[in-house]
């Protein structure tokens, strides 16, 4: 699974790990990302969204049809 949201488009950022000794080495940021199923009732099927913690959070607020409808409109399938 790959770590981006299909939401919110989150993906896993970069930086450095800086150590005691200030040596730096690479690194990487993942965001929270889950797997969730909701009902699409005016489809009459579940949908299974990989999400980050924070769009789950958007999707209880705005309701599941608007949600996959801002994912639609991003240009990636449902």
């Not at 801002?70 to 399938?77: D, F, P, S, T």
Request: proline share 3%; aromatic share 6%; net charge positive.
């Amino acid at each position: 699974m790959s770590a981006h949201c299909q939401l919110t488009g989150a993906r896993p950022g970069f930086g450095n790990r800086v150590s005691h000794s200030h040596r730096r080495t690479s690194r990487r940021f993942d965001p929270n990302i889950q797997r969730k199923r909701y009902w699409l009732a005016s489809e009459g099927r579940s949908v299974r969204l990989t999400l980050s913690a924070r769009a789950i959070r958007t999707v209880d607020a705005i309701g599941v049809e608007a949600a996959v409808a801002r994912i639609r409109a991003r240009g990636e399938k449902v």
